[in-house]
T-cell receptor, first 112, second 115 residues
């Protein structure tokens, strides 16, 4: 079936270091969304990318959508302990109405 | 932002019994609701998609007779795990999509433990 590959699975960083998680698909994506799930919590929507090559920023978070609309990344600058959690990408496949396919998630641990 | 309420948050049941989980959109009309299953430290696995007033669309490998989904109104969808077995123990989470766009609003999840 259709899959969205997300790497790395885990990332441990020292507070203040940067962090990046990547999502890749073999299929062209209609759009891609990013969610954050805190330990014990539920996923919370962060952002949606729609256009080829799109870059969006939310404070220390930078989201990119690849030119071919097959990959995306989330970059966090100068991580803080509040960034701890699992980050999921969720892709909407072109022509597949409504359904989102979630990546495996990247769990971020930040050491103070 | 939009709120999705999911109940119960935790349920323990005996093997062979049925459990109903409710998912309500509190301040918007959810045209589509999704049900996921999440194992510890793993991703969300889509189980089914439900649209108000129509039969749910189940993902491959998900037994529709075991996981009954009802989406009777624009604000309520229910998932019933019938004849539960210990292997059904998992975290079940719903999400809803309204008319404001494609982003999903998630419920807080239900931790099901089948003894």
């Amino acid at each position: 079936g259709q899959q969205v590959m997300q790497i790395p699975q885990y990332q441990h960083v020292q507070e203040g270091e940067d962090f990046t998680t990547y999502c890749n698909s073999s299929t062209t994506l209609s759009n891609i969304q990013w969610y954050k799930q805190r330990p014990g919590g539920h996923p919370v929507f962060l952002i949606q990318l729609v256009k080829s090559g799109e870059v969006k920023k939310q404070k220390r978070l930078t989201f990119q959508f690849g030119e071919a609309k097959k990959n995306s990344s989330l970059h966090i600058t100068a991580t803080q302990t509040t960034d701890v959690g699992t980050y999921f990408c969720a892709a909407s496949i072109s022509g597949n109405t409504g359904k989102l396919i979630f990546g495996q998630g990247t769990t971020l641990q930040v050491k103070p | 932002g939009a709120v999705v309420s999911q109940h119960p948050s935790r349920v323990i049941c005996k093997s062979g019994t049925s459990v109903k989980i409710e998912c309500r959109s509190l301040d918007f009309q959810a045209t589509t609701m999704f049900w996921y299953r999440q194992f510890p430290k793993q991703s969300l696995m889509l189980m089914a998609t439900s649209n108000e007033g129509s039969k749910a669309t189940y993902e491959q490998g998900v037994e529709k007779d075991k996981f009954l989904i009802n989406h009777a109104s624009l604000t309520l969808s229910t998932l019933t795990v019938t004849s539960a077995h210990p292997e059904d123990s998992s975290f079940y989470i719903c999400s809803a999509r309204g008319t404001m766009g494609e982003k999903l609003f998630f419920g807080s999840g239900t931790q099901l433990s089948v003894l």
